[in-house]
């Protein structure tokens, strides 16, 4: 019964994905919702029956989506797979939802990389250079632009300080990845919620964005990356790009504290919610100014439990 279950399953949730698919690849008005589907037949699946059978439910989906589509199309359900099972799997174990979210992450970014490495091997498309020509073609455009206006010295200065912004855009790249990762698991799991609980009558859902609080670990890596950023200025050497991107991930890290901590704190003062929306497009609209102040919210939050404190003067 439960194999025949599986089956069934299995069958019906390729299906959806083909279409899924079809409609991603085809329609091009919907395709950037329909993209976001794409890795909830493997969260159903692999929430239903676990880990190994989800394996060959998306060794299914690469083969039909080679034989449907093309051999090229078949990074789509590695990437999309990968993270929804690393997604489905850990809501088959009850994992906490966050838990679940970062597992879903490292899955996507593992399919990210796949796309990366494929793209490579198959397409001979180097990103990194890519993004670097982009760039360049656009700076040379601007430069020919502004010649008539500006000195040689002038454009000298510009195209150096845009190929400083070019190096430093490219070394980043691993925290897009993560980010990338992110991004996809977090609506992947969303949406895997949505359909679960109406489908499978299960009650899954986030904890309130305000509960989140990350461990105190992230500050002290947080200031041991910027310690070392004083030391390693050789710009070209592996070390200084790993702190970069710490430095950048970590910051993020810190930044959602401090949101997090502002949605507790007006809660707690049964404040509107729209104060801390504000904030969140305020710090969307003025970076350079509201960042910052963010990022210390959260150090302040995590590293001196600033919400017991709230809670202790009630």
């Not at 997604?87 to 597992?103: N, P, V």
């Amino acid at each position: 019964m439960n194999q025949s279950k599986k089956l069934t399953d299995g069958a019906l949730l390729l299906a959806i994905f083909i279409v899924l698919l079809f409609i991603t690849i085809f329609i091009t008005p919907i395709a950037i919702f329909s993209a976001f589907f794409l890795p909830l037949p493997f969260i159903m699946y692999a929430s239903r029956h676990g880990f190994k059978p989800s394996i060959i439910f998306l060794i299914a989906a690469v083969a039909l989506t080679a034989l449907f589509f093309s051999i090229f199309s078949i990074f789509t359900p590695i990437l999309m797979g990968l993270g929804g099972i690393m997604i489905g799997t850990a809501i088959r174990k009850d994992f906490s939802a966050y838990e679940a979210l970062a597992r879903g992450t490292f899955g996507f970014i593992i399919g990210l990389l796949f796309l990366y490495a494929g793209s490579q091997v198959l397409f001979g498309v180097n990103w990194i250079g890519e993004f670097r020509t982009i760039f360049t073609e656009s700076v040379e455009m601007s430069t020919e632009l502004a010649g008539q206006f500006t000195t040689e010295e002038q454009i000298d200065q510009f195209e150096s300080t845009i190929q400083t912004y070019i190096t430093y855009m490219t070394n980043l790249i691993p925290v897009f990845l993560i980010m990338a990762g992110f991004i996809l698991a977090l609506i992947s799991q969303w949406i895997g919620f949505k359909f679960l609980n109406r489908l499978d009558k299960r009650e899954l859902r986030f904890p309130p964005f305000r509960t989140l609080r990350f461990p105190k670990t992230i500050i002290w890596v947080y200031f041991i990356a910027l310690l070392l950023s004083f030391f390693v200025t050789d710009t070209s050497s592996m070390f200084f790009v790993i702190i970069q991107n710490a430095q950048v991930l970590l910051g993020a890290v810190l930044v959602i504290q401090g949101f997090s901590l502002i949605f507790f704190y007006t809660h707690h003062k049964k404040i509107s919610k729209a104060i801390p929306v504000l904030f969140i497009i305020l710090t969307i609209l003025f970076p350079p100014f509201l960042l910052p102040f963010i990022r210390i919210l959260g150090i302040i939050d995590i590293g001196m439990n600033l919400r017991d404190t709230i809670v202790k003067k009630r």
